[in-house]
């Protein structure tokens, strides 16, 4: 009996597979593992096991495969060639001078992700080795989580998570649904309904069936596939699943007391997993200057090498100078190959010389920035007591670029804008109703109408309101009994917050959605009577239709369809005569700021309803193409409606919303305005903003204006953009970098405002040609703009305006700010993505480089912060490239007066610790806390922004007076203990000096003059910093003379035996120490006193400072003034 | 399944660290401290400047090359590399009396002892005195480790092997006759290499552990007979290796050989005529060297060396040269930071 429906099931498999055979990419599962197994051939498709493997090394391989990660990284790698060399060839300094570094460093970094991959594996271990539920063959059985297989139905509590993804087949609540929070998938806290499959038998023992499905995707909201159901005797029933049947690992179970589901994908194959990838590495500018200059130093080693290379074999050619009696060379030398020993001669050299690029540096720079990111997360003035929450770093390669931003994109919605709707007014087949205050609530609903005709219009309104979303009740109890709280209190829980506030509205004029329960929407009328509407059909909303619908049939046997949605969606779809009254108020509103939904009804015939039921229900049963397929049903049933009304939703503007923007653009930094909002509703918020001022002429390049008389669109575009290009940029006058403000200057003020469509049209115009010339018309219109703004923009839009600015000429860098999961795109897109701890979940969050609670943040994250970090890194960088320069040049100078023979000037350990101890606290020191100009003064002046925009400090120019101050101290050094040494008799016993010495005298006027080079540098002396470079000092000279104090067992050679204590005997070393310190620092007193920063830039700063102030001024008079017009 | 937990992020530490806000010292290079500071720095190195130049002008320096390569010279017969054991004499005379104490060095040019593979060419542990290493040299010391015959070198290595070898006396011609200036050959190494960083191996008498080993091939005598004169002063404690084992920095450099503090030169060399008599040994002129002869005295800063002093009197003017552009420039602008 079994195997015959298995036949049956085969059979219509065969049939409905014959279309689909083609898609391999589908599975089918068989419920319990219960098939057809005895008469056909069953074999259980092989798939994956449920272990979630995060985890990068195993213990076995963890050593060969981290070693081969690090030194993929080219630093790494090049520091190995060097120790290498050091090993292999006979060189100047013993290997231990790189490898200890090198070991050090590799060591951390393996120690550190060894640590990591431990918390990865504990993490996973705790997910595969949770003990679950599975219901085998009638028995409940516990299983550990790691062992449930494709086709096992798994058993789910409360509170508990998934497992895997599951089909739900059973709930314990008598509706077959539970509710599901995601948040930790995508961050979004409220309650998901999801379904069982309908009419699937109650002992889940005695269903057999089948589920066809698709193979595994990411995308979390897609899921499509069928299931057979095997009734005895019977044609197998075919039901369509959806994401709303299926279940996400990493879910949790909510008011629901158990579920029953059975598994379809499991372990990596399941949504979250798949979701999970490592998002891709964003390299800040600092980072290519740093390469840049690394092969500028890598030139000046290679070249310094291949000098000393030549002239060593040219000097060695005179007679008598290539082996003096008293330095023979040993036999091995006497055989090798001439040309070999050229070449392992500059080896030598590239090893004496490769302290010019120091490990540190890279272990240095990657310090600052994790140890820096800290700042921002423990900033208070980032904490949000609302959330609870503060700043959130999510890497911390990009500290700097936050100092370095020209371009910022932002949403609109939940970013400028709180995402906090609030009803605010209806027009009702053209009367306006306004809510008034909160004083006049107390008088009763009904009263607080303003106008008002047809009552019946009214109820038909309000009854629309109520019933057309998709909005759950909070505080519906497990077993589906409602509490009544008391009405204000009363939670709404909805994806939309417009959604909510139009409910909430609803219940202000006395109709109160109470729930839905077993498919029937309950309502509680102005009279207190309870309607029930039994709910047909939901047509989801989409930001394609940007409408939505339902079907719902009252009690006295209507069908009747509620459609809302924005007023360009519903206007073409209702009698036109009715649209006139209505659209005045909607237009009206829209420039308010507000948002505005058109709500239109119609009466399905029983036909008509019939017709769209059976066209809804086919559509949802397909694999293929569903989307679309439902796409068109339900363009099919949203026709010939009739309008009712519109709301107006009011969405406030973010806390210091203005005066965040304001600053950004004092900063020089553009803002850009991409939204999916429709235009005039950005508009006003852009002017709410002060993107766009009362002067700014605003150019617009929308749907509207193209279709303004042309005849054809293509040419309207190409007269328009030549029009706004010739006024914005070739008659502006030229843009003055610096201080000038744009509206300070006399010229012009230009706002630009392009809808998605018209965007797609310059894109993608049809001819290459074109599309070309119209983007490089479009991007510099924009450029002279002050402010931008992209309404109706899809999400994948967003990120190719990001995409464009991004990769335009002199690639400035641009910052994405959003809130929810249409900002992802862009976030991931800009160089530095922010995400808003908002209302729309985390998924922006998640994805971001940095977040933050409020949009307010940014001024500081940006102004002070990113300038902050940006001035310590790129001095950190210089800086270390500079006392490397100075570093080594004496040890090349001293080739020259040793024969090119490689002999180092510096004792080995002096070369090692140079970097690691000597010289590297004070710049760490300096690169974390350093503020040369202090956080209130930066977020005060915002125009200070600007004189570090375009990477002004790590560009040509500084980089090149910084070598030319390694140079030049280089040069001091060497020469000055040079001329000392021309009698090397320097103590006062006649006793004389050797080479040892004078390495020490060079190697300590280095140390001392590049730490008080820094110590010039510092304006912001704290404790650490005094600390840490006097501390710095004092070690040196600690560390030499106990390193000189004893005879070290390990040594060979006792080198510096005492030479630092000789050398502080002598007065003439004391004296030309002190000397050469002080002629190595003199051009930078000098320049200190005579850059007179404070004298101008005060000056300047004050200047601006009042600037910005009688101009916020009189914006807020000019603003104000539409404000108040349209409030009549 | 894993249970939910709601972790409530506690509030950011409120610490001055936390905060950016340490307190901290601006320095501010204002011209009302950098002015009278340049001032001061250059009035202080002026002065330092001018005692360096009087004490490097007061020092005597007398030097007297003795290469030979001129047919003049009293040593150009000495100077042809098959010449062996010749001695000549090089005279010279004081005007007026060489104040003392009188410091006699040596001095080559164009001679590299900072080549690098003849820098690491010994073996320390040897020097130090350990028997091991007498018996088996550090390899670093080729071609100086063993002899042709495969013994080890002692002491090994071409610093070491080139040690230098011309014997100087000095002699005060008075009515004709000559009178010895009396060397002290103490004092003139390191006092730490003689006393801790070169040590005989304790092995009375010295030569036994020397047994089994051969000299430096260019040395005419073992290491324990270096100076027969004072039985201490041999091994790898004698001064005259001492000092030559500490490389010289420069191609051109002096060691110190003696010291004239004894009997009637204490005070310093009385005018009158001299006569250096020089044993020939130290080959220079197959690599284009010099040898010379130094005598100087020295002061407080050591041996005569001009640099210094001009170094300091031109940063100090330099110094004073500043303050006065800087005056000039803020009397102008009219010390905008005092606004």
């Given at each position: ?409 932002t949403d609109k919605t939940g970013t400028l804008t709180q995402n906090n709707m609030e009803f605010i007014e209806c027009c009702i087949d053209g009367f306006q109703y306004k809510y008034r205050d909160a004083s006049s609530e107390l008088d009763g609903f009904s009263e607080s109408w303003q106008g008002g005709c047809c009552g019946e219009k009214e109820e038909l309104f309000l009854r629309a309101l109520c019933l057309c979303h998709t909005v759950q009740v ?506 000392l040494f021309s009698n090397p008799a320097l103590q006062d016993n006649g006793q004389v000096f050797g080479n040892w010495s004078y390495g020490t005298i060079v190697f300590t006027v280095l140390v001392f003059t590049v730490t008080l080079k820094l110590a010039l540098d510092t304006r912001h002396w704290t404790w650490i910093n005094h600390f840490v470079i006097w501390g710095s000092l004092a070690f040196y000279v600690f560390f030499s003379f106990f390193w ?85 | ?282 080959p220079v002129l197959s690599f284009d060297g010099r040898k010379k002869v130094v005598l100087s005295n020295v002061s407080w800063m050591g041996g005569k060396n001009e640099f210094l002093g001009i170094a300091y009197l031109v940063i100090g003017s330099l110094c004073i040269v500043m303050s006065i552009i800087m005056l000039i420039v803020y009397a102008k602008f009219k010390f905008p930071e005092e606004e």
């Amino acid at each position: 009996k079994k195997c015959r429906g298995c036949v049956g099931i085969r059979r219509c498999y065969c049939f409905t597979l014959g279309v689909d055979e083609r898609r391999v990419d589908s599975r089918t599962i068989y419920v319990g593992h219960r098939a057809c197994s005895a008469t056909e051939a069953f074999i259980p498709a092989k798939f994956c096991d449920n272990r979630i493997v995060s985890s990068k090394y195993t213990v076995w391989n963890f050593l060969p495969k981290n070693l081969f990660e690090q030194f993929r990284r080219i630093a790494n790698f090049y520091f190995l060639i060097i120790f290498l060399v050091q090993v292999i060839v006979d060189t100047p300094t013993s290997p231990v001078t790189s490898g200890l570094p090198l070991f050090f460093v590799i060591t951390v970094t393996a120690i550190k992700q060894g640590y990591e991959d431990w918390l990865r594996h504990k993490a996973d271990n705790e997910v595969n080795k949770y003990p679950v539920t599975v219901l085998e063959n009638g028995c409940r059985i516990r299983k550990e989580s790691e062992k449930i297989k494709v086709g096992d139905v798994v058993e789910v509590e409360e509170d508990e998570t998934f497992p895997c993804d599951l089909i739900l087949l059973q709930s314990s609540r008598d509706d077959g649904t539970c509710f599901v929070t995601t948040a930790s998938l995508d961050g979004e806290s409220n309650h998901k309904t999801h379904y069982t499959v309908p009419d699937t038998e109650k002992d889940l023992e005695s269903l057999y069936a089948a589920i066809e499905c698709e193979q595994p995707q990411p995308d979390l909201y897609k899921f499509v596939g069928r299931m057979h159901i095997d009734r005895n005797n019977q044609e197998p029933a075919v039901r369509s699943l959806g994401p709303e049947n299926l279940l996400l690992k990493g879910a949790t179970l909510k008011n629901t007391q158990k579920i029953c589901g059975v598994a379809v994908y499991t372990g990596m194959e399941t949504k979250m997993a798949l979701n999970y990838q490592g998002k891709s590495q964003k390299r800040s500018a600092v980072e290519k200057s740093i390469n840049a200059f690394l092969l500028v130093y890598l030139c000046i080693l290679v070249s310094k090498a291949l000098v000393c290379t030549t002239l060593k074999y040219v000097w060695q050619s005179e007679p008598g100078q290539d082996e003096p009696w008293y330095n023979e060379k040993t036999q091995r030398e006497k055989d090798t190959n001439r040309y070999l020993k050229m070449f392992t001669d500059f080896l030598s050299f590239m090893v004496l010389f490769n302290f010019i690029i120091p490990v540190s540096m890279y272990v240095t720079v990657e310090m600052q920035k994790f140890l820096g990111s800290f700042f921002i997360t423990w900033d208070k003035d980032f904490f949000d007591p609302e959330i609870k929450e503060g700043a959130l770093v999510n890497t911390s390669d990009l500290n700097e670029e936050l100092g370095q931003v020209e371009y910022v994109f932002t949403d609109k919605t939940g970013t400028l804008t709180q995402n906090n709707m609030e009803f605010i007014e209806c027009c009702i087949d053209g009367f306006q109703y306004k809510y008034r205050d909160a004083s006049s609530e107390l008088d009763g609903f009904s009263e607080s109408w303003q106008g008002g005709c047809c009552g019946e219009k009214e109820e038909l309104f309000l009854r629309a309101l109520c019933l057309c979303h998709t909005v759950q009740v909070d505080g519906l109890g497990v077993d589906g009994e409602v509490i009544h709280p008391p009405q204000e209190q009363r939670g709404f829980i909805a994806s939309s917050p417009d959604e909510v506030a139009l409910v909430k509205g609803a219940m202000r004029y006395g109709f109160t959605f109470l729930g839905l329960e077993s498919k029937s929407m309950k309502i509680l009328n102005r009279n207190n009577d309870i309607e029930l509407y039994e709910l047909l059909h939901v047509l989801n909303f989409d930001p394609v239709r940007r409408r939505m619908s339902v079907i719902v049939r009252s009690k006295s046997g209507d069908t009747l369809l509620f459609c809302k949605g924005a007023d360009s969606s519903i206007f073409p779809r209702v009698r036109q005569e009715e649209v006139e009254r209505i659209r005045m108020n909607v237009e009206r509103n829209a420039t308010e700021g507000y948002r505005t939904l058109c709500v239109a009804y119609k009466i399905l015939s029983a036909e008509e309803y019939a017709q769209a039921d059976a066209g809804l229900r086919e559509a949802r049963l397909a694999l293929q193409d569903r989307e679309e397929r439902l796409m068109t049903v339900y363009n099919q049933v949203e026709t010939g409606m009739s309008l009712i009304g519109a709301t107006a939703v009011e969405d406030r503007l973010q806390e210091e919303a203005a005066e965040t923007m304001e600053a950004l653009q004092g900063a020089g930094i553009k803002v850009w305005v991409l939204t999916g909002d429709k235009m005039e509703t950005a508009k006003s918020t852009c002017y709410a903003c002060r993107l766009f001022q009362r002067n700014t002429e605003l150019l617009e390049l929308t749907v509207r204006t193209l279709e303004d008389g042309q005849p054809s669109r293509e040419q309207r575009l190409h007269d328009l953009l030549v029009e706004y290009h010739k006024k914005a940029v070739q008659d502006a006058p030229p843009v003055k970098a610096g201080v000038t403000r744009s509206w300070s200057s006399a010229g012009h003020d230009y706002g630009f405002i392009i809808d998605g469509a018209t965007l797609s049209m310059v894109l993608n115009s049809s001819s290459e040609s074109n599309s070309n010339s119209y983007k490089n018309l479009f991007l510099q219109i924009c450029q002279n703009c002050t402010s931008v703004l992209c309404c109706r923009m899809a999400p994948l839009q967003k990120a190719q305006i990001v995409k464009l600015v991004k990769n335009s000429k002199g690639s400035p860098i641009t910052l994405s700010i959003g809130d929810g999961a249409n900002d992802v795109s862009m976030i991931l897109e800009a160089h530095v993505g922010i995400g808003i701890k908002g209302k729309e979940g985390r998924q922006a969050v998640r994805n971001s480089d940095y977040a933050i609670p409020k949009l307010k943040h940014l001024k500081k994250l940006l102004l002070a912060h990113g300038h902050l970090y940006y001035v310590r890194i790129a001095h950190l960088v210089q800086y270390f490239f500079y006392k490397n320069l100075c570093f080594i040049l004496p040890q090349f100078l001293y080739q020259f007066f040793c024969g090119y023979s490689q002999q180092p000037l510096y004792d080995a350990a002096y070369l090692t610790m140079y970097n690691i101890c000597f010289t590297s606290m004070p710049i760490l020191a300096y690169s974390l806390l350093e503020q040369h100009i202090c956080m209130e003064v930066l977020l005060d002046n915002a125009p200070l922004y600007r004189e570090i925009a375009k990477n002004a400090m790590l560009r040509w120019g500084p980089f090149v007076y910084w070598t030319f101050l390694g140079v030049f101290h280089g040069l001091l050094f060497f020469f000055g203990v040079r001329f000392l040494f021309s009698n090397p008799a320097l103590q006062d016993n006649g006793q004389v000096f050797g080479n040892w010495s004078y390495g020490t005298i060079v190697f300590t006027v280095l140390v001392f003059t590049v730490t008080l080079k820094l110590a010039l540098d510092t304006r912001h002396w704290t404790w650490i910093n005094h600390f840490v470079i006097w501390g710095s000092l004092a070690f040196y000279v600690f560390f030499s003379f106990f390193w000189g104090g004893i005879i070290w067992p390990f040594l060979r050679q006792q080198r510096l035996y005492f030479v630092f204590a000789n050398m502080l005997s002598s007065v003439s070393a004391w004296l030309v120490i002190i000397l050469l310190i002080l002629l190595s620092l003199l051009p930078e007193i000098l320049l200190v006193v005579f850059r007179k920063p404070r004298g101008p830039h005060a000056r300047q700063v004050q200047l601006n400072h009042t600037q910005t102030h009688t101009h916020t001024h009189t914006h807020t008079l000019i603003l104000s003034a539409p404000l108040f017009s349209s409030c009549l | 399944m894993v249970k939910q937990e709601q972790e409530i992020a506690s509030r950011p530490d409120n610490t001055a660290f936390t905060q950016q806000r340490l307190p901290a010292w601006q320095p501010m290079l204002s011209a009302g401290i950098v002015i009278p500071g340049f001032v001061l720095i250059g009035l202080a190195f002026i002065g330092i400047g001018v005692a360096l130049f009087v004490t490097s002008q007061s020092i005597t320096v007398m030097e007297l090359d003795y290469t030979g390569v001129e047919r003049t010279s009293p040593c150009f017969r000495c100077s042809d590399p098959n010449v062996k054991n010749c001695v000549c004499q090089l005279d010279f005379s004081i005007a007026s009396l060489f104040k003392g104490p009188v410091f006699f060095y040596y001095g080559l040019t164009n001679y590299f002892q900072n080549y690098r593979r003849y820098g690491v060419s010994k073996d320390d542990d040897q020097l130090s005195g350990d028997l091991d290493s007498f018996t088996s040299p550090s390899d670093t010391c080729s071609p100086y480790e063993y002899d042709s015959n495969n013994k080890p070198i002692v002491p090994c290595g071409s610093v070491a092997n080139s040690m230098f070898n011309d014997t100087f006396k000095l002699y005060q011609i008075v009515n004709g006759t000559k009178k010895q200036v009396p060397f002290d050959g103490k004092g003139i190494a390191w006092w730490t290499d003689y006393n801790v960083k070169y040590r005989n191996p304790s092995v009375t008498p010295l030569r036994d552990a020397f047994n089994g080993t051969v000299k430096p091939l260019f040395w005419p005598r073992p290491a324990y007979e270096l100076d027969p004169s004072d039985p201490a002063n041999n091994g790898f404690i004698n001064q005259d290796f001492l000092v030559w084992m500490r490389r010289a920095a420069l191609p051109d450099f002096r060691k110190l050989y003696r010291r004239i503090t004894e009997g009637d030169y204490a005070q310093g060399l009385p005018a009158g005529n001299y006569s250096l008599e020089i044993a020939y040994n130290y080959p220079v002129l197959s690599f284009d060297g010099r040898k010379k002869v130094v005598l100087s005295n020295v002061s407080w800063m050591g041996g005569k060396n001009e640099f210094l002093g001009i170094a300091y009197l031109v940063i100090g003017s330099l110094c004073i040269v500043m303050s006065i552009i800087m005056l000039i420039v803020y009397a102008k602008f009219k010390f905008p930071e005092e606004e």
